[in-house]
């Protein structure tokens, strides 16, 4: 049973998802928008709100728990000069889902992950 199971399964085994949603992450973060699958968004939603949330401040622990979930320099750069600056004076929310079209191949719902 499930119970008090938190977070999507993807059809991955927990390396190989924790790569994909570090990835997701990272170019999200350096590109600030993505195309990607609805269930992998919704996947990547609140990992990347925790990570912004916590480059809000400027502290060494904020920096060490960033750099223990972003893996390249230009990501955790952007976050803590960019846009933790960015999203100072905002609750939370930094992160908005827009429906695209369906993929042609096996007609999974496509969307764009964007910083707001």
């Known amino acids: 049973m499930r119970h008090r199971k938190k977070g999507k399964v993807l059809d991955r085994r927990r ?33 990347v709100e925790r990570l912004v949330t916590r480059s809000r401040e400027n502290t060494i622990a904020a920096k060490r728990y960033v750099a223990a979930r972003v893996y390249t320099d230009g990501a955790r750069r952007k976050l803590f000069e960019v846009l933790g600056p960015r999203y100072q004076n905002r609750a939370g929310g930094y992160t908005r889902i827009l429906t695209l079209s369906r993929r042609a191949g096996d007609g999974a719902e496509m969307v764009r992950i964007e910083f707001v």
Do not use: F, W
Not at 24 to 46: C, D, G, M, Q, W
């Open 15 to 47: 390396g190989r998802r924790e790569a994909l949603l570090r990835g997701l992450v990272n170019n999200l973060v350096l590109y600030e928008h993505i195309s990607t699958t609805r269930a992998k968004a919704k996947a990547l939603r609140p990992k």
